[in-house]
Structures are given as C-alpha cells and as structure tokens.
C-alpha cells in the first residue's frame, strides 16, 4: 500500500459528461502528479501540483483541469468526455517539488470507461 | 527533444533464469532514469533509479540496471526471475528543462515460466 488513495475506483459514464476524480495524497507530500494510462497511448504525464499550484503540464487536453485544494488532496475535472477517454487515470504524490527526482508513490487508480 | 525506447514488449523467460529487459534513451539533457514495476491492476512502484551517481544502480527485489552514456541505454536485470515478478516494468526519463519533463516507455511485460 502506497498511502495515496483514489476515489472512485470505477467510473462508466456516458459520452458529453463530466466527472471528478479524487486523489489524496501521502502524509507530508506536497506534490501530487495526474497519469493516464490507455492501451494506444501508453502512460502519459498530464499535470502536477506541488502545494496547490500547478507546477507542470504535459499532455493534458483543454477538455481536462484539475486543482490541489488546501488539505493537499487533489481532483482532476473530465468534461465533455469522449470514448478515447476511456482509460486508467492514475495519482502520484512526493515529498518535494522536483518530479521524478523525488520518488513517486502510485495511487491503485481510477479505471474510466466512456460508453 | 527526448525518448525512451523499450526493445521488447514482451518478454517471458523461465523461473530461475537471469531477466533482461531493454531500455534505449535519447534526451538533450542530463537525465535521470527510472525503471517502474506494475503489477496486474496495481499503480507503479519504482525499482531503481539513476540521477547521475554511481553508473550501476541497485533495487529492491534483485534488480539492477545500468547505466551506459555511450550506448544510452538503461537495461534492467535480474540474476534469477521468480514467479513473483511477472508484471509490466516502464523505464522512464526525467529531465529538467526549467519544468520537469518525464516520458514513459512503452513498456515491456514480463513473463516467468514455471
């Protein structure tokens, strides 16, 4: 058990919806990191937060947003959503600011399926 | 620009036989180079990492990779595969490019035969 949760741990919705999903991070970390894994991308990088500020973007679409909230614990906000959507959205958190100089510790993630 | 290249994405050896998985690089920067496991509907965990200190690098559970500037390459290995370590392994390059910058490779799933 890596201490970072995230909720929930399934997700089937419907093409044009929205959906939350929450990640918490581990006690102390500071920085939390959104990955989705599909079977034609692979795992791609998409935003990192480091003290409720956004600190990197990679490949997240503008259809796509997330915040860190005070608590640390972290959201990243689906819209409009599509079938290519449909994927393994995954949580990270560290201690420090550095990405993957800092070691990472992995959510169990959040499976969405887009009908 | 940077890449990571996975040679196989599969690979499947025998129980008790040495484990090699293949990881090729490209980047601008000085990287730091990661291999991550993921288990079967598990998130990764990291094995080791390379962050330009001693070239052969240790990990948990028996692997060890190496790092090599001239080939770039980062292959991990294992003396002896146990069941145990069936899973998906992605080899990862971080730079920092004034943000930090991480690519994943494809990855390369390993099976252990009994």
């Known amino acids: 058990d890596s201490g970072v949760t995230q909720t929930p741990k399934h997700l089937i919705t419907a093409t044009g919806q929205r959906v939350t999903l929450r990640c918490s991070p581990r006690s102390g970390d500071l920085s939390v990191y959104w990955y989705q894994q599909s079977l034609d991308q692979g795992l791609q990088f998409l935003i990192q937060y480091y003290n409720g500020e956004e600190r990197a973007k990679g490949n997240i679409l503008e259809r796509f947003s997330a915040q860190q909230f005070p608590d640390l614990h972290s959201e990243l906000n689906l819209s409009s959503l599509e079938l290519g959507d449909s994927a393994l959205y995954f949580c990270a958190s560290s201690v420090g600011l550095a990405g993957f100089y800092n070691e990472q510790f992995f959510g169990p993630g959040t499976r969405l399926t887009v009908l | 620009a940077q890449s990571v290249t996975q040679l196989d994405s599969h690979v499947s050896v025998s129980e008790g036989t040495p484990v090699l998985l293949r990881c090729n690089y490209s980047?601008?920067?000085?990287?730091?180079l990661f291999w991550y496991v993921q288990h079967p509907n598990k998130g990764l965990q990291l094995l080791l990492k390379?962050?330009?200190?001693?070239?052969l690098v240790k990990g948990i559970n028996g692997f060890e990779a190496e790092f090599k500037k001239s080939e770039t390459s980062f292959h991990l290995t294992k003396p002896s595969a146990h069941m145990s370590d069936a899973a998906e392994y992605f080899c990862?390059?971080?730079?920092?490019?004034?943000?930090?910058?991480?690519?994943f490779g494809a990855g390369t799933r390993l099976f252990v035969k009994a």
């Open positions: 980047s601008s920067y000085s990287p730091s």
């Open positions: 390379y962050t330009s200190a001693a070239t």
């Open positions: 990862v390059v971080s730079v920092d490019t004034g943000g930090f910058k991480t690519i």
